[in-house]
Nanobody, 114 residues
Framework: VQLQAFGGGLVQAGGSLRISCAASGMNFRLAPMYWYRQAPGKERELVASISSGGSANYVDSVKGRFTISRDNVKRTLYLQMNNLNAEDTAVYYC?????????WGQGTQVTVSS
């Protein structure tokens, strides 16, 4: 199983960004997928999750601003982030649970300038 996160970058406060996570070596459509983030000096936190059936959940701080989605044909996970603020600055990681194990992507940096 390999996860490759990409699409991060520098964006101004109030702006939008979409990050992606390409999966390989797994039956993507069967797996729950997650986005985590880790800000400097802070613990990694769960941002959003999406089940194999497409049900999504979000941490309170991003509700109404972030949207997690998946394309099972392209085997890609997305996180659309709108109305970004400085507190969203972090390295964003995708994760899956497969074969009773956790697999992580390498992370993509999102920096929001105020």
């Amino acid at each position: 199983v390999q996860l490759q996160a990409f699409g991060g970058g520098l964006v101004q406060a109030g702006g939008s960004l979409r990050i992606s996570c390409a999966a390989s070596g797994m039956n993507f459509r069967l797996a729950p997928m997650y986005w985590y983030r880790q800000a400097p000096g802070k613990e990694r936190e769960l941002v959003a999750s999406i089940s194999s059936g497409g049900s999504a959940n979000y941490v309170d701080s991003v509700k109404g601003r972030f949207t997690i989605s998946r394309d099972n044909v392209k085997r890609t996970l997305y996180l659309q982030m709108n109305n970004l603020n400085a507190e969203d600055t972090a390295v964003y990681y995708c994760k899956t649970e497969y074969w009773n194990k956790d697999f992580w992507g390498q992370g993509t940096q999102v920096t929001v300038s105020s």
